[in-house]
């Protein structure tokens, strides 16, 4: 029992949650100065020189260095420095605000000497002194030897909320390490997905089985004809096929559902619909895709059932989804730009009717986002009530005169005016 109160005690040392902080600053800085959740090709390729002289691949996947905020030491040391804060909040903090609520009423002089403040005036009615004090928001106890009064008691409270606040930033943390995933599907559009291709996930993370339909999707350019914004129109899908949510997602507009967050991360051209006289609409692949650069070819005729005997056909190629592509024969000369629906320079027998586009989204799963954000929010608040002075007096009358003394734990000077002018107005009754 002693040897377990030792340690509690030894976990409640200030020195030691500060050592831990720091510990975990180091490795976060270093988490955020290697890249994370990268291929071990990556990792051979950027550290074939050591960083530092230390830092090499091998070190950094023996260590986990590559995905440091889920591994379990680090893991290990955000509990460890919560139970320390929590510690420390119970033999300390709590033990301090209980000893606030304490009072006692001070009749020696002696009492008054050990106040920062102090003074004695001439003797004035209590009654005088309770309404002057009250007039300054103080919370007065009478007794047979004097008079205390206090204010600002809940500025006492701001560590406790400190201690709180960031043990739950620290349980959000571990949440999102341990819960969390990372998913990213191409979808083309008016295509059903289901939640598939993983790209991060953890040791309790929970992939919800729905799914989801690109409605639409399209893209809006500057007058430089550089890309301004890119639009998928989306919808969440019951087992059934229902509607369960429709939202229009562009960059840094997500759709939030059930815990799950969709962004619009990228969007490329994987084919094209043509139309050959008069023949239903064909889908021509994309046969190569660069950078923003995407080409594909079309045969001049399609009724020859053997294509390998006539390999003369126009070669397009599409930069933007504005509604133009550039035409090039067998020889490669330019013949003119295709558009939508209309037919294509020099073989009025096609006509290209559309493109094929997929969009790129991104799925991500954070359950300890909105524990973050409380623990946020109340440190906000207990920086709020920090600023909140605690103040203390402490009267008591002998002979002809009172005794008055006080002490407060910031904002002194305006405390030593206040002190000041309580006294001009017991002077004046």
């Known amino acids: 029992m ?83 804060l929590t510690c420390c909040t119970f033999l300390q903090q709590l033990p301090i605000l209980r000893s606030a609520r304490q009072f006692k009423f001070y009749k020696a002089r002696q009492n008054f000497k050990r106040l920062p403040f102090n003074t004695k005036t001439d003797a004035i009615t209590n009654g005088s002194l309770i309404t002057s004090l009250k007039s300054k928001d103080y919370q007065i106890f009478q007794g047979f030897k004097g008079v205390y009064a206090h204010k600002g008691i809940i500025g006492r409270i701001s560590p406790i909320i400190v201690h709180f606040s960031m043990v739950l930033i620290l349980l959000g943390t571990i949440l999102a390490s341990t819960s969390g995933f990372v998913a990213q599907e191409f979808i083309p559009k008016t295509e059903v997905f289901y939640i598939q291709n993983i790209l991060n996930n953890n040791v309790n993370s929970y992939v919800p089985q729905i799914s989801g339909r690109v409605n639409d999707f399209w893209i809006t350019y500057t007058e430089n004809q550089s890309i301004k914004q890119f639009y998928t129109d989306l919808s969440i899908l019951d087992k059934n096929g229902k509607e369960l949510k429709r939202e229009t997602i562009y960059v840094n507009h997500p759709m ?77 000369t330019l013949v003119g ?90 002077q004046k009754v």
């Not at 939030?256 to 139309?275: E, M, S, V």
């Not at 295709?338 to 991500?364: F, H, V």
């Not at 623990?375 to 009358?397: A, E, N, P």
């Not at 009172?402 to 107005?425: D, P």
């Open 2 to 84: 002693k040897l377990q109160f030792l340690l509690v005690r030894y976990l409640a040392n200030l020195q030691f949650a500060v050592a831990l902080l720091l510990t975990i600053a180091s490795f976060s800085v270093i988490g955020s100065i290697i890249e994370q959740d990268q291929t071990q090709e990556f990792y051979r390729n950027a550290y074939s020189q050591p960083w530092f002289g230390i830092f090499n691949d091998t070190l950094i996947l023996r260590l986990g260095l590559d995905h440091i905020f889920r591994t379990w030491w680090f893991i290990s040391l955000l509990i460890l420095f919560g139970t320390s």
């Open 256 to 332: 939030h559902y059930a815990g799950l967050t969709f962004y619009q991360t990228d969007w490329a051209i994987i084919g094209l619909r043509a139309k050959f006289e008069n023949s239903l609409p064909y889908q021509i692949p994309i046969i190569k895709s660069t950078k923003n650069i995407w080409l594909s070819w079309l045969p001049k005729d399609v009724n020859n059932k053997n294509m390998t005997e006539q390999p003369s056909g126009y070669t397009l190629l599409n930069t933007t989804l504005r509604g133009t592509s550039a035409v090039y024969d067998q020889n490669g």
């Open 337 to 426: 730009e295709g558009e939508i629906n209309e037919p294509l320079p020099g073989n009025t027998n096609i006509q290209l009717c559309d493109y094929i586009t997929a969009t790129g989204i991104q799925i991500k799963s954070d359950p300890g986002i909105p524990v973050i954000y409380v623990g946020f929010l109340l440190l906000l608040v207990s920086i709020v009530l920090s600023y909140l002075s605690y103040s203390q007096i402490w009267l008591t009358q002998q002979g002809n005169q009172t005794i008055l003394g006080g002490m407060t734990n910031r904002s002194k000077i305006k405390f030593e005016f206040e002190m000041l002018n309580l006294i001009l107005q017991f």
